[in-house]
Protein backbone atom coordinates (compact mmCIF):
# COMPACT_ATOMS: atom_id res chain seq x y z
CA UNK A 1 0.00 0.00 0.00
CA UNK A 2 1.48 3.39 -0.88
CA UNK A 3 2.02 5.70 1.52
CA UNK A 4 -1.03 8.14 0.79
CA UNK A 5 -3.08 4.78 0.59
CA UNK A 6 -2.14 4.88 4.51
CA UNK A 7 -3.17 7.78 5.50
CA UNK A 8 -6.49 7.25 3.72
CA UNK A 9 -7.41 4.43 5.61
CA UNK A 10 -7.45 6.71 8.71
CA UNK A 11 -10.49 8.33 7.03
CA UNK A 12 -13.99 7.70 8.46
CA UNK A 13 -15.88 7.04 5.15
CA UNK A 14 -19.58 6.89 7.03
CA UNK A 15 -18.85 9.99 9.22
CA UNK A 16 -17.60 11.85 5.82
CA UNK A 17 -20.76 10.63 3.65
CA UNK A 18 -23.05 11.53 7.05
CA UNK A 19 -21.75 15.08 6.50
CA UNK A 20 -22.14 15.33 2.87
CA UNK A 21 -25.58 14.97 3.34
CA UNK A 22 -28.02 16.23 0.84
CA UNK A 23 -31.49 15.65 -0.43
CA UNK A 24 -34.20 17.44 -1.85
CA UNK A 25 -36.62 19.95 -0.40
CA UNK A 26 -39.13 17.02 -0.41
CA UNK A 27 -36.69 14.70 2.04
CA UNK A 28 -35.54 17.73 4.17
CA UNK A 29 -39.64 17.95 4.84
CA UNK A 30 -39.57 14.47 6.00
CA UNK A 31 -36.15 14.70 8.17
CA UNK A 32 -37.80 17.23 10.04
CA UNK A 33 -40.83 15.62 10.09
CA UNK A 34 -39.00 12.66 11.84
CA UNK A 35 -36.11 15.20 13.73
CA UNK A 36 -37.61 18.62 14.40
CA UNK A 37 -34.89 19.33 16.70
CA UNK A 38 -32.77 20.04 12.78
CA UNK A 39 -35.13 23.48 12.98
CA UNK A 40 -33.63 24.86 16.35
CA UNK A 41 -32.27 28.59 16.11
CA UNK A 42 -28.63 29.76 17.31
CA UNK A 43 -29.05 29.86 21.07
CA UNK A 44 -31.63 26.64 21.17
CA UNK A 45 -28.55 24.68 19.53
CA UNK A 46 -26.17 26.92 22.05
CA UNK A 47 -27.97 25.56 24.85
CA UNK A 48 -28.37 21.88 24.64
CA UNK A 49 -24.73 21.80 22.95
CA UNK A 50 -23.35 23.18 26.94
CA UNK A 51 -26.31 20.14 28.70
CA UNK A 52 -25.12 17.69 25.98
CA UNK A 53 -22.26 17.20 27.98
CA UNK A 54 -24.02 16.95 31.39
CA UNK A 55 -24.18 18.46 34.73
CA UNK A 56 -23.85 17.95 38.06
CA UNK A 57 -24.88 19.22 41.45
CA UNK A 58 -22.65 20.02 44.03
CA UNK A 59 -23.24 21.53 47.72
CA UNK A 60 -20.74 24.12 48.47
CA UNK A 61 -21.07 26.86 51.97
CA UNK A 62 -24.63 25.58 52.14
CA UNK A 63 -25.64 26.47 49.14
CA UNK A 64 -27.08 24.52 45.55
CA UNK A 65 -24.49 25.06 42.85
CA UNK A 66 -24.68 23.35 39.12
CA UNK A 67 -21.25 22.32 37.26
CA UNK A 68 -21.87 22.41 33.76
CA UNK A 69 -19.22 19.62 32.39
CA UNK A 70 -18.78 21.25 28.75
CA UNK A 71 -16.38 23.91 30.95
CA UNK A 72 -14.21 21.20 32.02
CA UNK A 73 -13.26 20.60 28.35
CA UNK A 74 -12.68 17.06 28.98
CA UNK A 75 -12.59 16.70 25.32
CA UNK A 76 -9.25 18.48 24.82
CA UNK A 77 -7.58 17.21 27.94
CA UNK A 78 -8.61 20.26 29.73
CA UNK A 79 -6.56 22.34 27.94
CA UNK A 80 -9.16 25.13 28.05
CA UNK A 81 -10.93 24.31 31.42
CA UNK A 82 -12.63 27.05 33.48
CA UNK A 83 -12.35 26.44 37.32
CA UNK A 84 -13.93 28.11 40.13
CA UNK A 85 -16.79 30.42 38.13
CA UNK A 86 -19.63 28.16 38.70
CA UNK A 87 -21.59 30.45 39.97
CA UNK A 88 -20.88 32.72 37.11
CA UNK A 89 -21.05 30.04 34.55
CA UNK A 90 -24.63 29.51 36.26
CA UNK A 91 -25.84 32.52 35.42
CA UNK A 92 -24.90 32.49 31.97
CA UNK A 93 -26.46 29.46 31.34
CA UNK A 94 -29.79 30.90 33.23
CA UNK A 95 -29.20 33.51 30.27
CA UNK A 96 -28.63 30.90 27.45
CA UNK A 97 -31.76 28.99 29.21
CA UNK A 98 -34.04 32.33 29.03
CA UNK A 99 -33.42 33.08 25.27
CA UNK A 100 -33.61 29.59 23.88
CA UNK A 101 -37.04 29.69 25.33
CA UNK A 102 -37.79 33.08 23.51
CA UNK A 103 -38.37 35.09 27.19
CA UNK A 104 -36.64 38.11 25.39
CA UNK A 105 -32.72 37.63 26.41
CA UNK A 106 -32.44 36.53 22.60
CA UNK A 107 -32.42 40.16 21.49
CA UNK A 108 -29.72 41.31 23.64
CA UNK A 109 -26.04 41.13 24.12
CA UNK A 110 -24.69 38.65 26.33
CA UNK A 111 -21.70 40.50 27.83
CA UNK A 112 -19.27 38.97 29.66
CA UNK A 113 -17.34 41.72 32.10
CA UNK A 114 -14.41 41.52 34.61
CA UNK A 115 -11.23 41.93 35.54
CA UNK A 116 -8.12 41.31 33.11
CA UNK A 117 -7.84 37.11 32.81
CA UNK A 118 -11.00 36.07 34.55
CA UNK A 119 -11.29 33.76 31.10
CA UNK A 120 -13.73 35.78 29.81
CA UNK A 121 -12.47 35.35 26.16
CA UNK A 122 -11.65 31.42 27.18
CA UNK A 123 -15.48 31.00 28.00
CA UNK A 124 -16.23 32.42 24.82
CA UNK A 125 -13.44 30.43 22.92
CA UNK A 126 -15.03 27.11 24.46
CA UNK A 127 -18.61 28.04 23.09
CA UNK A 128 -17.51 28.47 19.64
CA UNK A 129 -15.44 25.47 19.72
CA UNK A 130 -18.04 23.88 21.35
CA UNK A 131 -20.80 24.23 18.68
CA UNK A 132 -18.51 24.53 15.99
CA UNK A 133 -17.75 20.23 16.67
CA UNK A 134 -21.93 19.73 17.97
CA UNK A 135 -22.70 20.32 14.49
CA UNK A 136 -20.76 17.36 13.29
CA UNK A 137 -23.06 15.28 15.76
CA UNK A 138 -25.93 13.54 14.48
CA UNK A 139 -27.98 15.24 17.67
CA UNK A 140 -26.54 18.69 16.61
CA UNK A 141 -27.04 18.63 12.78
CA UNK A 142 -28.54 21.89 11.32
CA UNK A 143 -29.07 22.01 7.32
CA UNK A 144 -28.51 24.70 4.79
CA UNK A 145 -29.42 24.73 1.18
CA UNK A 146 -28.47 26.04 -2.94
CA UNK A 147 -29.81 26.37 -5.59
CA UNK A 148 -29.08 24.26 -8.88
CA UNK A 149 -29.95 26.27 -12.13
CA UNK A 150 -29.68 24.22 -15.26
CA UNK A 151 -29.33 25.57 -19.37
CA UNK A 152 -30.64 29.00 -19.63
CA UNK A 153 -31.57 29.69 -15.80
CA UNK A 154 -27.84 29.96 -14.93
CA UNK A 155 -28.36 33.26 -16.14
CA UNK A 156 -29.95 34.27 -12.57
CA UNK A 157 -26.89 33.59 -10.89
CA UNK A 158 -24.52 35.08 -13.40
CA UNK A 159 -23.68 31.84 -15.49
CA UNK A 160 -23.49 29.62 -12.41
CA UNK A 161 -25.30 26.42 -12.20
CA UNK A 162 -25.27 26.16 -8.66
CA UNK A 163 -25.58 28.75 -5.95
CA UNK A 164 -25.17 28.18 -2.58
CA UNK A 165 -26.81 30.42 -0.33
CA UNK A 166 -24.29 32.87 0.73
CA UNK A 167 -25.47 33.42 4.62
CA UNK A 168 -26.49 29.17 5.23
CA UNK A 169 -30.31 30.32 5.80
CA UNK A 170 -32.70 27.49 7.19
CA UNK A 171 -34.28 25.83 4.09
CA UNK A 172 -37.75 25.95 5.72
CA UNK A 173 -37.60 29.96 5.32
CA UNK A 174 -38.14 29.46 1.64
CA UNK A 175 -41.79 28.73 2.75
CA UNK A 176 -43.86 32.09 2.53
CA UNK A 177 -44.45 33.74 5.57
CA UNK A 178 -48.36 33.15 5.01
CA UNK A 179 -48.29 29.83 4.52
CA UNK A 180 -45.82 28.73 7.37
CA UNK A 181 -48.82 28.06 9.83
CA UNK A 182 -50.67 26.16 7.77
CA UNK A 183 -47.44 24.18 6.52
CA UNK A 184 -46.23 23.35 10.19
CA UNK A 185 -49.90 21.96 11.17
CA UNK A 186 -50.97 20.50 8.01
CA UNK A 187 -47.31 18.64 7.66
CA UNK A 188 -47.33 17.66 11.90
CA UNK A 189 -43.62 19.24 12.14
CA UNK A 190 -43.02 19.23 15.63
CA UNK A 191 -43.26 17.30 18.86
CA UNK A 192 -43.78 17.56 22.38
CA UNK A 193 -40.30 18.06 22.98
CA UNK A 194 -39.62 20.71 19.79
CA UNK A 195 -42.42 22.74 18.35
CA UNK A 196 -41.25 23.63 14.73
CA UNK A 197 -41.25 27.50 14.58
CA UNK A 198 -40.14 28.87 11.33
CA UNK A 199 -38.78 32.67 11.92
CA UNK A 200 -37.18 35.32 9.86
CA UNK A 201 -36.60 35.57 5.46
CA UNK A 202 -34.05 34.58 3.02
CA UNK A 203 -31.43 36.64 2.47
CA UNK A 204 -31.23 39.37 -0.66
CA UNK A 205 -29.45 37.21 -3.09
CA UNK A 206 -31.81 34.00 -2.15
CA UNK A 207 -35.20 36.26 -2.29
CA UNK A 208 -34.36 37.53 -5.71
CA UNK A 209 -33.87 34.18 -7.45
CA UNK A 210 -37.03 32.54 -5.27
CA UNK A 211 -39.08 35.21 -7.05
CA UNK A 212 -37.85 34.97 -10.61
CA UNK A 213 -38.37 31.47 -10.28
CA UNK A 214 -42.13 31.81 -9.23
CA UNK A 215 -41.98 34.26 -12.25
CA UNK A 216 -40.34 31.90 -15.02
CA UNK A 217 -42.87 28.89 -13.65
CA UNK A 218 -45.83 31.38 -13.50
CA UNK A 219 -46.21 30.71 -9.65
CA UNK A 220 -45.80 26.88 -9.02
CA UNK A 221 -44.15 26.91 -5.94
CA UNK A 222 -43.59 22.88 -6.72
CA UNK A 223 -41.42 23.32 -9.51
CA UNK A 224 -39.67 25.98 -7.70
CA UNK A 225 -38.81 23.92 -5.20
CA UNK A 226 -37.46 21.25 -7.54
CA UNK A 227 -34.43 23.74 -7.88
CA UNK A 228 -33.47 23.63 -4.31
CA UNK A 229 -30.68 20.71 -2.87
CA UNK A 230 -30.65 20.79 0.96
CA UNK A 231 -27.20 19.61 2.40
CA UNK A 232 -25.63 19.58 6.13
CA UNK A 233 -24.07 22.31 7.34
CA UNK A 234 -20.99 21.97 9.49
CA UNK A 235 -20.07 25.17 11.31
CA UNK A 236 -16.38 26.45 11.22
CA UNK A 237 -14.50 28.99 12.32
CA UNK A 238 -11.55 28.35 9.99
CA UNK A 239 -13.83 28.41 7.06
CA UNK A 240 -16.17 31.06 8.35
CA UNK A 241 -19.18 29.16 8.21
CA UNK A 242 -21.49 30.10 11.46
CA UNK A 243 -18.98 31.14 13.59
CA UNK A 244 -17.42 34.38 13.56
CA UNK A 245 -14.86 36.84 15.83
CA UNK A 246 -14.71 40.62 15.23
CA UNK A 247 -12.27 42.33 17.23
CA UNK A 248 -11.45 46.26 16.71
CA UNK A 249 -8.43 48.08 14.92
CA UNK A 250 -7.63 51.23 14.19
CA UNK A 251 -10.77 53.14 13.52
CA UNK A 252 -8.99 54.46 9.72
CA UNK A 253 -8.42 50.97 8.40
CA UNK A 254 -11.72 49.40 10.05
CA UNK A 255 -15.19 50.34 8.69
CA UNK A 256 -18.62 48.51 9.14
CA UNK A 257 -18.73 46.63 6.18
CA UNK A 258 -16.87 44.42 7.86
CA UNK A 259 -19.75 43.22 10.02
CA UNK A 260 -22.31 43.76 6.65
CA UNK A 261 -20.48 42.77 3.94
CA UNK A 262 -19.75 45.01 0.58
CA UNK A 263 -20.15 45.60 -3.02
CA UNK A 264 -18.25 42.90 -5.24
CA UNK A 265 -17.40 45.76 -7.51
CA UNK A 266 -16.42 43.14 -10.35
CA UNK A 267 -19.88 41.41 -11.05
CA UNK A 268 -21.57 45.33 -11.25
CA UNK A 269 -21.06 44.15 -15.18
CA UNK A 270 -22.74 40.86 -15.01
CA UNK A 271 -25.51 41.86 -13.04
CA UNK A 272 -25.45 45.80 -14.32
CA UNK A 273 -26.48 47.20 -10.93
CA UNK A 274 -24.68 47.60 -7.63
CA UNK A 275 -28.04 47.64 -5.48
CA UNK A 276 -28.51 43.72 -7.14
CA UNK A 277 -28.00 41.29 -4.18
CA UNK A 278 -26.00 38.76 -6.74
CA UNK A 279 -23.13 41.90 -6.86
CA UNK A 280 -22.95 41.93 -2.89
CA UNK A 281 -20.65 39.89 -0.93
CA UNK A 282 -22.39 38.78 2.13
CA UNK A 283 -19.26 38.05 3.99
CA UNK A 284 -19.27 40.19 6.66
CA UNK A 285 -18.81 38.98 10.26
CA UNK A 286 -22.70 38.94 10.67
CA UNK A 287 -23.37 37.44 7.75
CA UNK A 288 -20.62 34.59 7.80
CA UNK A 289 -21.61 33.89 11.33
CA UNK A 290 -25.53 33.39 10.86
CA UNK A 291 -27.00 30.43 12.64
CA UNK A 292 -23.83 30.19 14.79
CA UNK A 293 -22.12 32.54 17.27
CA UNK A 294 -20.41 36.01 16.74
CA UNK A 295 -17.74 36.87 19.45
CA UNK A 296 -16.64 40.72 20.15
CA UNK A 297 -13.72 41.16 21.37
CA UNK A 298 -13.29 43.89 23.73
CA UNK A 299 -16.51 44.92 22.46
CA UNK A 300 -16.58 48.12 24.08
CA UNK A 301 -13.37 49.57 22.56
CA UNK A 302 -15.30 49.41 19.10
CA UNK A 303 -16.21 53.03 17.37
CA UNK A 304 -19.38 53.96 17.54
CA UNK A 305 -20.32 53.36 14.30
CA UNK A 306 -20.24 49.87 14.44
CA UNK A 307 -22.15 49.57 18.00
CA UNK A 308 -25.69 51.06 15.42
CA UNK A 309 -25.09 47.99 13.45
CA UNK A 310 -25.15 45.93 16.74
CA UNK A 311 -28.43 47.53 18.01
CA UNK A 312 -30.93 46.22 14.95
CA UNK A 313 -28.80 42.94 15.09
CA UNK A 314 -29.91 42.69 18.78
CA UNK A 315 -33.10 43.97 19.12
CA UNK A 316 -34.75 43.40 15.49
CA UNK A 317 -31.82 40.40 14.57
CA UNK A 318 -31.77 42.54 11.33
CA UNK A 319 -28.88 43.65 9.71
CA UNK A 320 -28.64 46.37 7.20
CA UNK A 321 -26.02 45.80 4.30
CA UNK A 322 -25.38 48.60 1.80
CA UNK A 323 -28.51 49.16 -0.39
CA UNK A 324 -30.48 46.19 0.54
CA UNK A 325 -33.53 45.94 2.53
CA UNK A 326 -33.03 44.62 6.39
CA UNK A 327 -31.65 41.35 6.25
CA UNK A 328 -32.65 38.46 9.25
CA UNK A 329 -30.24 36.63 11.37
CA UNK A 330 -29.82 33.94 13.57
CA UNK A 331 -26.91 33.92 15.85
CA UNK A 332 -25.58 34.14 19.69
CA UNK A 333 -24.01 37.20 19.92
CA UNK A 334 -21.30 37.59 22.75
CA UNK A 335 -19.27 40.04 23.71
CA UNK A 336 -16.69 40.67 26.77
CA UNK A 337 -15.30 43.96 28.20
CA UNK A 338 -12.82 44.82 30.93
CA UNK A 339 -14.48 47.19 34.48
CA UNK A 340 -12.71 50.33 32.63
CA UNK A 341 -14.37 50.42 29.46
CA UNK A 342 -17.75 49.11 31.17
CA UNK A 343 -17.46 52.14 33.58
CA UNK A 344 -17.01 54.31 30.48
CA UNK A 345 -19.92 52.94 28.78
CA UNK A 346 -21.88 53.57 32.20
CA UNK A 347 -20.65 57.36 32.32
CA UNK A 348 -21.66 57.88 28.32
CA UNK A 349 -25.38 59.18 27.81
CA UNK A 350 -25.02 58.51 24.27
CA UNK A 351 -24.41 55.10 24.70
CA UNK A 352 -27.71 54.29 26.80
CA UNK A 353 -29.63 52.46 23.88
CA UNK A 354 -26.82 49.59 23.75
CA UNK A 355 -26.59 49.60 27.91
CA UNK A 356 -30.45 48.68 26.93
CA UNK A 357 -29.69 46.02 24.66
CA UNK A 358 -26.97 43.96 26.89
CA UNK A 359 -27.29 41.11 29.64
CA UNK A 360 -23.87 41.77 31.69
CA UNK A 361 -22.86 38.21 33.04
CA UNK A 362 -20.01 39.32 35.75
CA UNK A 363 -16.64 37.15 35.51
CA UNK A 364 -14.85 37.60 38.37
CA UNK A 365 -11.55 36.69 39.78
CA UNK A 366 -11.28 33.29 41.59
CA UNK A 367 -10.71 33.48 45.36
CA UNK A 368 -10.63 30.01 46.41
CA UNK A 369 -7.04 28.67 46.66
CA UNK A 370 -8.30 24.87 46.03
CA UNK A 371 -9.55 26.02 42.63
CA UNK A 372 -6.58 28.39 41.48
CA UNK A 373 -4.38 25.25 42.48
CA UNK A 374 -6.38 23.37 39.62
CA UNK A 375 -5.62 26.03 37.14
CA UNK A 376 -1.95 26.05 38.00
CA UNK A 377 -1.65 22.07 37.96
CA UNK A 378 -2.86 22.22 34.68
CA UNK A 379 0.25 24.13 33.20
CA UNK A 380 2.84 23.18 35.59
CA UNK A 381 2.98 19.62 35.80
CA UNK A 382 6.87 17.75 36.03
CA UNK A 383 5.63 16.05 32.39
CA UNK A 384 5.67 20.09 30.93
CA UNK A 385 8.27 21.67 32.76
CA UNK A 386 10.53 19.12 32.20
CA UNK A 387 11.61 19.13 35.86
CA UNK A 388 10.46 17.98 39.28
CA UNK A 389 7.94 20.23 41.14
CA UNK A 390 8.61 20.91 44.75
CA UNK A 391 5.55 19.86 46.84
CA UNK A 392 3.26 22.54 48.07
CA UNK A 393 5.05 24.71 45.28
CA UNK A 394 1.66 25.32 43.41
CA UNK A 395 -0.29 25.89 46.59
CA UNK A 396 2.00 28.86 47.60
CA UNK A 397 1.94 30.26 44.49
CA UNK A 398 -2.18 29.75 43.86
CA UNK A 399 -2.66 31.37 47.71
CA UNK A 400 -0.53 34.40 46.74
CA UNK A 401 -2.44 34.94 43.51
CA UNK A 402 -5.56 34.95 45.86
CA UNK A 403 -4.33 36.94 48.53
CA UNK A 404 -3.50 39.62 45.98
CA UNK A 405 -7.14 39.86 45.25
CA UNK A 406 -8.64 39.58 48.49
CA UNK A 407 -9.37 42.74 50.10
CA UNK A 408 -8.41 43.40 54.07
CA UNK A 409 -10.80 41.90 56.39
CA UNK A 410 -13.06 44.27 58.14
CA UNK A 411 -12.38 42.48 61.87
CA UNK A 412 -8.77 43.15 63.52
CA UNK A 413 -8.92 39.44 65.01
CA UNK A 414 -9.21 37.93 61.50
CA UNK A 415 -6.33 38.43 59.42
CA UNK A 416 -6.03 38.05 54.90
CA UNK A 417 -4.52 34.30 55.49
CA UNK A 418 -7.43 33.36 57.47
CA UNK A 419 -10.31 34.95 55.28
CA UNK A 420 -8.31 33.16 52.37
CA UNK A 421 -8.90 29.99 53.97
CA UNK A 422 -12.56 30.71 55.21
CA UNK A 423 -13.61 31.57 51.32
CA UNK A 424 -11.82 28.04 50.73
CA UNK A 425 -14.27 26.69 52.64
CA UNK A 426 -11.71 25.42 55.84
CA UNK A 427 -13.18 26.11 59.36
CA UNK A 428 -11.80 28.26 61.82
CA UNK A 429 -12.68 28.59 64.93
CA UNK A 430 -14.92 31.54 66.00
CA UNK A 431 -15.61 32.11 62.03
CA UNK A 432 -17.75 30.89 59.91
Same mark, same amino acid.
Given at each position: ?18 ? !? ?50 ? @? ?5 ? @? ?15 ? $? ?27 ? @? ?28 ? &? ?36 ? /? ?40 ? $? ?25 ? =? ?39 ? /? %????? =? ?21 ? %? ?15 ? &? ?5 ? =? ?11 ? %? !? &? ?6 ? /? ?26 ? &? /????? !? ?13 ? $?????
Amino acid at each position: MTLVGQIAELQNYATYKEL !SWEGSFEDYLALVRRNPQVTRNAYQRLYDMVLSHGVEEYIDNKKKLVRYKFF @RDDTHGG @RDAVFGLDVALMRLMNV $LKSAAQGYGTERRIILLHGPVGSAKSTIA @RQLKKGIEEYSRTPEGALYSYYWTLPGPLA &ELAGGQEVFHSPMHDEPLRLIPREWREDTINKLKLGND /DHRVKIEGDVNPACRLIFKELMRHYGGNFEKVMTHVKVRRLV $LSEQDRIGIGTFQPKDEKNQDSTELTG =DINYRKIATFGSDSDPRAFNFDGEFNIANRGILEFVEILKL /D %VAFLY =DLLGATQERKIKPKKFAQTDIDE %VIIGHTNEAEYKKLLNN &EFMEALR =DRTVKVDIPYITK %V !S &EEVKIYTK /DFTTTKVGKHVAPHTLYVAALWAVLTRL &E /DPKKH !SLSLLQKAKLYDGKT $LPGFT
